[in-house]
């Protein structure tokens, strides 16, 4: 260092050659600095495994004082004391520092230690920001064309007419999936910039996982896909409504939007292809696999993770039934590209799917947790999980008497049942709010001796008062989420309250986000 710098000063009058061989040194000291690192990190692996082995043994051995002696020897051994790599990292931050920061020593190991980001590509970096405009400009178009067929159609009922949400619910199912996603990866960068390894936690392999960034990329193409789709749906609507010469081409590119958009969106997600995110989906489909066997698989965090995230999306239970009822239908009665045959297909598919969805398919995910909840207390891994299970379990005994009560008692204020479904309903949103702050997040815990009031002794986001905001946050959205678990019971088979709905389920998914980042 001391001679490439000396060099580097008696070449400073040839600008480009001195710019050049700074970089080479500035590289070269990051190597240099990495390997140590790399060194240092290999060592402490060794020390810890050592630990582990000494310790089994003293758990086996009667040799105790022996295994105790062994314990104390190697704390004094330099398989952990790397005190000379040590050393060289210092030195090495501290030639950096004086040649290159200006002696700051602080502002030189930032720049020697490994990125915790890694940064995009030109390529990824020019498609992201081409689906960020995309997806900017679609939504323009959306609010817009929404006004302009509120204010103009169905003679004033309902904000948009029947005939228009009638591919709400296609839409929507994939939307809020697309969402969640979304919010996701901004978690997960987050999560890697503050140096927490995600990928340990929910057991990914970090040679073949998927970058937040390449996720995040993927994705929101998807929604830009998504968006465009919807836009020109709504303007083939407002053709046919106002433009009778263009009404059965109209008529008949309406369907074909929506229907080639739900085929497209599934065929990527779906196809087993190394495009589209091919080690990501395979990780997916492999926990789902153990989600759907948890009876009978051993429970791993992981699973647990996921399941938790399909009882933030319950709403797309519905939307995948009425999508399919809806395009069966079409069909079958031979007039897909009608939007008048749209309408009355739309009315019996969302009967059909709430009685559908009530009973089989829409308890499914709580049931899938209130299973590995026990499982994992009959393995031993504490009461804890009895806590968990009674959550819900008390989610499966909601759902169940908000099906009774709209599907056999037709919505009888007065019958025992909707007391019963009332005191339920409360009973869970105050559990699991309880349950959410104390044992997810580990905050609201009364400590004498606690640095941040109501909150943990090491926080990881520096600023304190996002954490009270998060409490109060999600206090609200789990008032907002009893709603989604009885969605037969508040909005009903009904299109009018399709967007209300729809508002609902998107704060859910936003909850649940929050969630993610704070008990991660």
């Known amino acids: ?25 500035i590289q070269a000291c990051r190597r240099i600095y990495r390997l140590l690192l790399l060194t240092h990190n290999y060592r402490i692996l060794n020390y810890i495994g050592l630990c582990k082995i000494v310790k089994k043994h003293d758990k ?6 022996w295994a105790r002696g062994l314990a104390r020897a190697l704390d ?28 700051d020593r602080d502002k030189a190991r930032h720049d020697l230690e490994p990125p915790t980001i890694i940064p995009l590509t030109p390529l990824q970096s020019r498609t992201l920001s081409i689906s960020l405009i995309v997806c900017a400009i679609n939504i323009l178009l959306l609010l817009t064309q929404a006004i302009v067929i509120a204010l103009k159609g ?35 960068r987050y999560l ?51 433009d009778r010469i263009m009404a059965p081409t109209a008529s008949r590119a309406s369907f074909s939007f929506n229907f080639i958009t739900f085929i497209v969106l599934t065929s990527i997600i779906l196809q087993p292809f190394h495009f589209g995110l091919r080690h990501a989906r395979s990780y997916f489909f492999r926990v789902l696999r153990g989600i759907f066997g948890t009876p009978f698989t051993r429970v791993t965090y992981e699973a647990t993770f996921i399941a938790n995230q399909a009882t933030s999306l319950l709403a797309c239970m519905p939307d995948i039934s009425y999508t399919i009822c809806f395009y069966l239908r ?15 297909t739309m009315e019996y598919c969302l009967n059909f799917n709430f009685l559908y969805i009530s009973w089989w398919l829409y308890p499914l995910p709580n049931f899938w947790r209130f299973t590995q909840c026990l499982k994992r207390y009959w393995a031993g891994a504490g009461i804890r999980n009895l806590g968990n299970a009674f959550k819900y379990g008390n989610r499966l005994v909601v759902a169940l008497f908000a099906g009774l009560y709209t599907h056999h008692f037709d919505n009888n204020s007065t019958h025992v049942v909707y007391y019963l479904w009332l005191t339920f309903s409360i009973i869970n949103v105050i559990y699991s709010y309880y349950w959410d702050i104390v044992h997810d997040w ?16 090491h926080l990881m986001v520096p600023h304190h008062f996002i954490y009270y905001i998060a409490i109060v946050g999600n206090m609200i959205f789990r008032l907002i989420s009893g709603f989604n678990l009885s969605p037969t019971v508040f909005f009903g ?21 929050i969630w993610n980042f704070f008990r991660l």
């Open 154 to 188: 169905d003679g004033g009922r309902g904000l948009l007419p029947n005939v228009a949400l009638s591919a709400l619910p296609i839409y929507r199912f994939y939307g809020i999936l697309l969402l969640h996603t979304i919010l996701w990866c901004a978690c997960v």
């Open 192 to 242: 890697q910039g503050a140096r927490i390894n995600y990928q340990l936690i929910l057991g990914l392999d970090p040679h073949t996982a998927t970058s937040p960034a390449r996720m995040a990329n993927f994705f929101l193409s998807l929604f830009a896909i998504w968006l465009s789709s919807i836009n020109l749906y709504l303007f083939t609507y407002h053709l046919y409504e106002h």
């Open 76 to 103: 004094r051994c330099q398989t952990y004391n790397s005190s000379e790599i040590q050393h060289c990292m210092n030195r090495l931050v501290d030639a950096y520092a004086s040649t290159f920061t200006d002696r």
């Open 60 to 65: 086996l051995s009667p040799y105790c004082k």
């Open 330 to 344: 079409s069909f079958i009665t031979s007039s897909p590209s009608s939007l008048i045959q749209t309408e009355d």
């Open 442 to 457: 580990g905050l609201m815990k009364f400590r004498r001796n606690s640095r941040h009031k109501l909150l943990r002794h």
């Open 493 to 513: 088979p009904d299109a009018d309250t399709s967007l209300v709905a729809t508002f609902f389920y998107e704060s859910e998914s936003i909850r649940r986000s």
């Open 1 to 25: 260092l001391t001679m490439t710098s000396s060099s580097s000063r008696s070449n400073s009058n040839n600008n480009r050659v001195t710019r050049l061989r700074q970089d080479q040194q």
